[in-house]
C-alpha cells in the first residue's frame, strides 16, 4: 500500500492550490488524485476568470485581499504565469436599493483594507464609458485592482511547482472508497492502488457531495450549470474595460481576445449535472447585453464557440471549509459558488493551515463549518454574480 501525508482529492484549481500551499510551508509528501485523463476539465477550465474583492461579506472580502495579492506576484513567486490582469470590476446600479447596498460594502471593503476601491457617480460612468446605455444608472462602484485571470494557465502553475517540490499527481484516477478508523488514519481507494493517509482533502468541486458520501456526509453542495458566451473579434468598445456588471438584472462581460466574453445567470436554471451549451441561451444573452451596450446589437456570435460549466452551490454562497465534523483528518474545501478560482490562492493558505497547525489567521473558519447550516448559521451575500 502506498502512503502520503494528504491526499487531495480533485485536481482542479483548489486542489492545485492546496498542493503548492501544503510545499511551501514544507509539506511535500502529498498525492493529488484527479478523476479525469487531465486537469481542469470539471469547472475550472470554464471559468470566467474574474478576479475581485468587491463583496459584502468579510470572509469574502479577506479571502479575496490574499488571493488577488497572491494572483499579483504568481509568476515571480511560482516561475509559472497566472495571466493576472488587473482592468476592475464596475458594478453599475440602476436603483436606489442597489446603490444602497455598493454603499454599505464599500465602508466593510476599506475597514477591511481595500485600498482602491472607489463609489463613483453616474456621470462618471457615463463619461468613462459613453457607449452604454445609462440614462437609468444612478451610480456605482469601481475596483482597479480586481481583474482577471487565466484558471488554466494558474492551476497549471500551481501543480508543477507542486510537482517539482515533491507533490505527486494521479491523473485518469477514481476515488472508489474512503476507509477511516477510530484513530484518523484513513485508506483512499482507487483502481490504481490504496493510498494510506491520516489527512483527506475533497476537492472534487460540483461531485463534492459523492466524495462526503463516502464517509457519511450529507453535503449541502449541488452543481449548476452557468452558460458563457464569448463574441467573434469586435473593436467599437474599448479592450482596456473593465468587468462591467449590470446590476438591474446581473448581466455582465469583460474583454476576451478580440472579443468580449458574455455572462448572465439565467434565474430559470435548475440544479442538476448538465455541462451542454443550450443555443436558445445566445438570444437570452444577447437581448440583455443589447440593452446596456445598444452597439452590442452589431456582435457576432459562434454557438459552437460558446460553452456551459458547472458552479458548485451551497444553501448561502459561501464555500464549506475545513475539518469536517465527527471525521478527524477529512477536511473539505467545497462549494465555492462561482468563486474558486478567484479565492483558490487563500483556500490553499488556509486549507494548509489548518491541516499542518489546526487553525489559521486569514480569515475565521468557525462561519465556514459544514455545522453552520444545521444550526442556521448562514452567511448572506448579497453581491452574487
Excluded at 474574474?50 to 461579506?57: D, K, M, P, W
Excluded at 440614462?135 to 480586481?146: A, E, L, N, Q, Y
Aim: glycine share 10%; net charge negative.
Amino acid at each position: 500500500m502506498q502512503t502520503a501525508d494528504v491526499v487531495i482529492i480533485g485536481g482542479g484549481i483548489v486542489g492545485s492550490s492546496i498542493a503548492y500551499h501544503l510545499g511551501a510551508a514544507g509539506c511535500t509528501d502529498v498525492l493529488v488524485i484527479e478523476r479525469e485523463t487531465a486537469q481542469g476539465k470539471g469547472s475550472t477550465g470554464k471559468s470566467m476568470g474574474g478576479v475581485r474583492a468587491q463583496f459584502s461579506t468579510p470572509v469574502n472580502i479577506q479571502m479575496s485581499l490574499y488571493s488577488i495579492s497572491f494572483y499579483s506576484s504568481f509568476d515571480e513567486r511560482l516561475g509559472h504565469p497566472a495571466g493576472y490582469r488587473p482592468q476592475g470590476y464596475l458594478f453599475c446600479a440602476t436603483d436606489q436599493k442597489h446603490l444602497a447596498s455598493l454603499q454599505t460594502n464599500y465602508q466593510k471593503q476599506l475597514a477591511l483594507g481595500l485600498k482602491d476601491v472607489q463609489l463613483i457617480t453616474a456621470d462618471e460612468i457615463r463619461t468613462r464609458f459613453p457607449q452604454l446605455q445609462a440614462d437609468d444608472i444612478v451610480g456605482g462602484s469601481f475596483c482597479p485592482s480586481d481583474g482577471f485571470v487565466d484558471p488554466y494557465s494558474a492551476m497549471i502553475g500551481f501543480m508543477t511547482w507542486a510537482s517539482e517540490h515533491g507533490a505527486r499527481l494521479w491523473k485518469n484516477t477514481r476515488v472508489t472508497e474512503i476507509r477511516f478508523d477510530d484513530q484518523g488514519a484513513a485508506v483512499v481507494v482507487t483502481p490504481r492502488g490504496n493510498v494510506s493517509t491520516r489527512n483527506v482533502v475533497n476537492c472534487a468541486g460540483a461531485w463534492a457531495a459523492e466524495i462526503a458520501e463516502m464517509v457519511g456526509l450529507d453535503l449541502p453542495v449541488e452543481p449548476l450549470r452557468r452558460m458563457l458566451v464569448p463574441t467573434e473579434a469586435f473593436d467599437q468598445f474599448p479592450h482596456s474595460a473593465p468587468m462591467i456588471i449590470d446590476m438591474s438584472n446581473g448581466f455582465h462581460f469583460r474583454p476576451e481576445g478580440l472579443g468580449f466574453l458574455l455572462a448572465w445567470n439565467d434565474p430559470e436554471e435548475t440544479p442538476g449535472y448538465k455541462t451542454d451549451f443550450d443555443a436558445a441561451f445566445i438570444e437570452k444573452i444577447l437581448t440583455r447585453a443589447a440593452e446596456r451596450v445598444p452597439m452590442f446589437e452589431n456582435l457576432a456570435v459562434n454557438p459552437k464557440r460558446a460553452w456551459a460549466g458547472l458552479y458548485e452551490m451551497t444553501p448561502d454562497h459561501h464555500p464549506i471549509m475545513g475539518p469536517a465534523p465527527g471525521v478527524p483528518g477529512f477536511f473539505l474545501a467545497n462549494g465555492f459558488s462561482g468563486h474558486g478560482v478567484m479565492h483558490a490562492p487563500a483556500t490553499g493558505k488556509i486549507l494548509s493551515d489548518l491541516i499542518l497547525t489546526g487553525k489559521t489567521d486569514l480569515v475565521d473558519t468557525s462561519l465556514l463549518g459544514l455545522s453552520r447550516f444545521a444550526e442556521g448559521r448562514m452567511i448572506e451575500e448579497t453581491a452574487v454574480l
